[in-house]
């Protein structure tokens, strides 16, 4: 299928991969390439697989509800590989238990764990280091998270770097797994506290469907962008 940028004119042909990534996005969802050409980013949709098409209204579709999480109290879920090399992650939430078990868990799946003690500092190492995740608690910074700067830093990153860290947030106001939550708040994972002491199962579950969905195509993409 053939596409045209809008800032260049240039006509862009997409592999068969990057066409079924698409399609498979959920309704509302876009997905940014830069074009070869003019480095631009060309937005598609699964609407049409078109650039910035328009988001549907969904003004009177009623979401979803939080998903069923008692699996988690049962642990009746197995236990996968999941990371083969040893990727770096973020870990900002202030000093505390919270924090040892979340370190736990994901150096647990292979992680090795990084910590800042200010948004500046996350900042900073974000521009030297490909942390291939990034936790954030809500309280890691005063207000709410629309007054997070680092929270706005990861929502205002290009999408070259962004589309590769599987952004993790947590807090009481989040339900475990909710996708479409973390949809609305730009993340890939949200989980509550009370889901804490089962962030390894909750990793073991999340990561595997994300990549399972997005790994192929993140390689085209980093392919293509070449």
Same mark, same amino acid.
């Given at each position: 299928?053939n596409?045209?940028c ?26 940014? $390439? ?9 937005? %598609?949709?699964? &609407?049409?697989? +078109? ?14 509800s939080?998903?069923?999480? #008692? ?16 990727p @770096?992650? %973020? ?7 919270? *924090? ?11 992680y @090795?764990?990084?910590f800042?003690? #200010? +948004? ?6 974000? @521009?030297?280091? &490909? =942390?291939?995740?990034?936790? $954030? ?9 629309? @007054?997070?700067? =680092? ?8 999408? +070259?770097? *962004?589309? =590769?860290?599987?952004?993790i $947030? ?14 609305? &708040? +730009?993340?890939? %994972? ?8 089962? $962030?390894?199962?909750? %990793? ?9 969905? =997005? ?12």
């Amino acid at each position: 299928m053939n596409i045209t940028c809008k800032n260049c004119s240039k006509k862009i042909t997409l592999s068969n991969k990057i066409q079924k990534g698409v399609k498979r996005l959920v309704p509302g969802r876009t997905l940014r $390439l830069p074009c070869p050409n003019c480095k631009e980013a060309i937005v %598609l949709s699964s &609407n049409n697989l +078109s650039p910035d098409a328009d988001y549907p209204d969904t003004s009177s579709i009623k979401p979803p509800s939080p998903p069923d999480i #008692t699996w988690l109290k049962e642990g009746a879920f197995e236990e996968e590989e999941v990371v083969e090399d040893i990727p @770096q992650a %973020l870990i900002l939430i202030k000093t505390g238990i919270k *924090r040892e078990n979340i370190s736990k868990s994901i150096e647990s799946i292979g992680y @090795q764990a990084s910590f800042a003690e #200010t +948004s500046q500092e996350a900042i900073e190492k974000m @521009q030297f280091v &490909n =942390f291939a995740s990034v936790i $954030l608690h809500s309280d890691f910074e005063a207000g709410d998270m629309e @007054q997070s700067s =680092f929270h706005q830093f990861m929502r205002d990153m290009h999408m +070259s770097k *962004r589309r =590769f860290i599987f952004y993790i $947030l947590v807090g009481m106001e989040f339900a475990t797994l909710y996708d479409l939550e973390a949809l609305a &708040n +730009s993340a890939n %994972l949200v989980v509550n506290d009370r889901e804490i002491p089962e $962030l390894l199962t909750i %990793l073991r579950k999340a990561i595997p469907s994300y990549e399972e969905l =997005f790994g192929s195509l993140m390689a085209e993409i980093s392919a293509y962008s070449r």
